[in-house]
């Protein structure tokens, strides 16, 4: 904290007018309020694991179909669940690179399988290499990898994957930026 000048006096001292301090003044205690949810979000959401999120929002209906209704709530309780694991906007970025290449190049369901589960692998040695900080995010790409191949592969549901991925991407954007 520092000293608190009263506004008269800062008024005398400053171009600014008294509503400009004022609306200052608000938006400072609006940020620090907007500070106190963030942090609350992230100890409920330390206090469970990315299965259970998933299982709350019931993304993935019968373990094939995906339920858009809670996509978008669901890709940002998965950003803060990363941010409280310290987990980078660039890396999720890299892995959501990874991911979109795939979807524009494949040819052939096996193909597909091999290059997802190669990316898995890849997820999980860098975790051991502590380049990853979280084993939520390798959590989170098993659950997505696994349901898209549980049953029949349909296009569609990759399409899907992709486009829950491309969500956490913008929240993470905003969420895990140094705002």
Known sequence: MGIKIPLDVMMKI??????????EEK??????????????KIEELNKININELYNKYDLYISNKKINSEYFSELSKDLVYKFKSENLTSTKLREYYNSINNLYNSYNDENELKINLFMILAKANYDYWRKKIATKSFINFLEINISNLFNKDFEKENFTIFKKHF??????????????
């Open 166 to 179: 491309e969500t956490v991407i913008a929240y993470a954007k905003w969420v895990l930026s140094d705002k």
């Open 27 to 40: 938006v400072k205690e609006q940020n620090k309020k907007n500070e106190q949810k963030e942090r609350k």
């Open 14 to 23: 400053s171009w600014k007018s008294k509503e400009e301090f004022e609306n």
